[in-house]
């Protein structure tokens, strides 16, 4: 792999990174603040309008990044490697980091599963057909729950748009720009959530319209999700660092928004703690061997990944 070494300075590193985050939450507002267009009509075309503007700094952050990586040689591959965008080992990318991040959530999916039973209970205890009927019944309110949510637009935003985009800029480029301006991968773990977190600061005036205009609650519920931010950024950069893949940091940002913050206990359902718990020792227990390197990379001595992925421990 041909590369210069740390050509990028530290201060130069942290500075593009910082500039990306910045301009990454500065763009949703341009329409409004800078172009001065009318406010949008409905929440849908609001949020079509967010998106455009997402992927419009998205499209820049990696351009810039084209440019300041110490590639000689501008091979289109190399490029996207430096990305984590491969073509290889994309099941691994996908199973081993989904399967990990739900242990995370064995209290939450404990909880859904136990609700799940009471519903199927009340629903045959009240005479509504037989068992075939009443599998038919939810799976019936099962395909209705998906045709809701594709149709949603939020559901796009959370599951597709804000995923893709600030994996994007928030892993696939600030991490090859950090390692780049000689910062070791423990470091850049804890370093890019940093930024991660501040950039959901934008979202402290929706948070305190939410709020009646309430500043303590808003600094709480902006705090506890910058908290949030912060361990998950952790995590998706770790993810990105040992796997040399976007898709697996990727996968798990999905999966998290979809459960949302995980469940540690249920009033008179003490199984949900246990399982939580459970989750969790298996989620430490098995952090480092289901995320090693040789899973996600060719056993090679030419190491083709982005500063030696591959062979980082």
Known sequence: MEEESCSISKAGAV??????????????YAPTLIFRLPPPTSLQVYMIRRFLCAFISTAVSVLVCVLILPIRK???????????????HIWQAVVFPLSLTSLMYLGSMALKSLLLVDSWGEHMNHGEGSLLDSAIFFWTRFLDWVILTVSNV???????VAPLTEELVFRACMIPVLLSGGFKPTTVIFLCPILFSLAHLSHFMEYYDKQNNNLTKTVMVVGLQLCYTVVFGSYASFLF??????LAPLVAHVFCNFMGLPVLFSRRRGVVSLAFVVGMVGFLWLLFPMTSPHLFNEKTNNCRC??????WN
């Open 15 to 28: 500075t593009a990174c910082t500039a990306m985050a910045l301009f990454y939450v500065a763009v949703l």
């Open 74 to 88: 501008m091979d289109f591959s190399l490029l996207l490697t430096a990305y984590g965008i491969r073509a290889d």
């Open 154 to 160: 939020l559901a796009w935003r959370n599951y597709v």
């Open 241 to 246: 660092v040992r796997t040399g893949h976007l």
């Open 306 to 311: 982005w500063h030696g992925h591959c062979s």
